[in-house]
């Protein structure tokens, strides 16, 4: 008999069902009168294993026997609760043999005689969900103050990380890669385009973990932490080729999304337990998010840390590398993000081919907006330059963008912002953007020389937030663009990067609107 981890409720099977497609058997003991059901609760497309007839219920092989007992007639039902068997799926075992499967549901039905059940090899399973437990749980008794706890939480918490982020590695591999390739929903090529070099940074991990645990003395406190980070922060250097690919990932796995053997594998393996209700790309995304966790781990540490323990010299200097380290994944993603944007535009005449578009380094945003004809655009916002674009898709069936109009110089942008106005304004804001009475929201105007109409996109964003990142970004891309160009009147362009752009590169890859403002973290 197996015990669920979330309710402690027995049930006689390890399927990862959620309890609310669940259902109940009345079966009643002999010699009571059986309470009507109320109807069939299951549907006629759920699959059953053969092997687990051998678990029918004692009453069942009753009516099996000659009996000279009276037994009193029930009445028809159209429930067939009464005579399903328990359900045995295993969570990993069977996902690997069948895609197409749907998922079996278990039931609360309990026998009278307790029937054992057979021997079997449990498949691999992964937590359900991540445990919160903290340092002082973790010893019986200390002398430490305050702060010197708050400082073995923070290692703790940075240790626990470290052997979650491995978990979750091995998870990919074992619950996602290995069994698309075998299954052929995807060639090796697409997979190790997707996954990247998500192997190589496995073993640097592990031998963080290692040391860390290595730091714990006999009352589970680390003492000194900071030269274990210092020699350990330059192998995140690989995680450069990681992040530049992730461009290129998260476009491929969202066109292979569209095919239904990936849809169905992909949607099976979320909907199970061991992803933690979790798609494939919030895994892939976990080694970026854990990377700019690092400097605030250490800040935190370092906050907790006496005047006069070791750590107090070292632990600035970690600090500073990692985020040395932190700014040049940063720098190197976003310059590849932006060749990877630049190289899906799709040119309708040579005139739209600017030089600021090719000489632009790094994205400040992108994202979907409306025109004033209520058409769906897709707008990038680049160094040197705003291009505004029609999604559409290759002769491949690859994403691109279709460029509309004429692209704008950054250094020429005029951007207006646009109040809330009653019925619309204008008669092709009004029939676009509003209906009836209602207010026109969220919309700026942006144009080369003023407000000439030959070159101008009057654009509305979803909601006030992306608005205003919007026109944060637009005024942010006008004044470095400007600045920029009067330097190159007075001396020749630099070719080295300005720091103080670094943070703007790193835009999140999880959303379709990518329009996150660092300047003010």
């Not at 940074?201 to 009352?219: A, F, I, K, V």
């Not at 690919?245 to 949607?267: I, M, S, T």
């Not at 026109?471 to 020749?492: K, Y």
Request: proline share 6%.
């Amino acid at each position: 008999m197996e015990t669920d981890e979330t309710t402690g409720d027995p049930w006689t099977s390890c399927s990862p069902v959620p309890r609310d497609i669940m259902y109940s058997n009345s079966l009643d003991h002999p010699g009571k009168k059986r309470k009507q059901d109320p109807g069939p609760l299951i549907e006629d497309d759920e699959e059953y294993d053969d092997d687990d007839d051998e678990k029918t219920s004692p009453m069942i092989k009753d009516s099996e026997e000659p009996s000279n007992k009276r037994v009193k007639p029930v009445g028809k039902s159209n429930s067939m609760t009464g005579i399903i068997t328990p359900v045995k799926t295993p969570a990993l075992k069977r996902l690997g043999q069948s895609i197409t499967r749907s998922i079996s549901f278990r039931t609360e039905a309990r026998p009278l005689t307790p029937v054992p059940l057979r021997s079997r090899q449990k498949a691999a399973s992964f937590p359900r969900r991540r445990s919160s437990q903290c340092w002082s749980d973790t010893v019986q008794s200390h002398d430490l103050t305050a702060k010197e706890i708050k400082r073995q939480e923070v290692i703790y918490e940075l240790t626990e990380g470290e052997r979650q982020l491995i978990d979750d590695f091995k998870l990919v591999k074992k619950v996602y890669y290995e069994p698309m390739l075998t299954l052929h929903i995807m060639t090796e090529s697409e997979l190790g385009q997707i996954f990247g070099t998500l192997d190589s940074l496995l073993p640097l991990h592990e031998d963080l973990l290692t040391r860390l645990e290595g730091l714990r003395g006999s009352e589970k406190t680390v003492g000194e932490v900071g030269p274990t980070l210092m020699d350990w922060f330059p192998c995140l250097e690989a995680y450069v080729t990681y992040c530049c690919n992730q461009v290129g990932a998260k476009a491929l796995l969202d066109q292979k999304k569209q095919e239904k053997r990936v849809e169905q594998f992909l949607r099976l393996c979320q909907e199970s337990s061991f992803s933690r209700k979790l798609d494939l790309w919030n895994f892939l995304d976990r080694p970026r998010s854990r990377l700019v966790k690092y400097p605030l781990l250490l800040r935190e540490i370092l906050k907790s840390t006496p005047s006069e323990h070791p750590d107090e010299d070292t632990l600035p200097d970690a600090l500073e590398m990692i985020q040395s380290i932190v700014s040049e994944v940063d720098r190197k993603t976003g310059e590849a993000e932006c060749q990877f944007y630049r190289r899906g535009l799709i040119y309708l005449e040579d005139g739209q081919r600017l030089s600021e578009i090719q000489l632009s380094r790094f994205l400040y945003c992108h994202g979907e907006l409306k025109n004033n004809k209520g058409q769906r655009l897709h707008v990038f916002l680049f160094e040197l330059a705003l291009v505004v674009t029609r999604p559409i898709e290759d002769k491949e069936g690859v994403e691109a963008f279709q460029v509309y109009r004429q692209p704008l110089p950054a250094a020429q942008l005029y951007v207006e912002d646009l109040p809330d106005s009653e019925g619309g304004g204008g008669g092709a804001f009004r029939g676009a953007f509003s209906s009836g009475n209602d207010k026109v929201r969220n919309c700026f105007r942006v144009s080369v020389g003023g407000r000439s109409k030959a070159q101008s996109h009057s654009l509305q964003a979803n909601d006030s937030f992306n608005k205003q990142q919007w026109l944060s970004c637009l005024r942010q891309a006008m004044v470095q663009s400007r600045d920029r160009g009067a330097q190159t009147s007075q001396s020749q362009p630099s070719s080295r990067f300005s720091p103080d752009l670094a943070h703007i590169a790193g835009l999140s890859l999880s959303s379709d609107t990518e329009m996150t403002d660092r300047s003010n973290q």
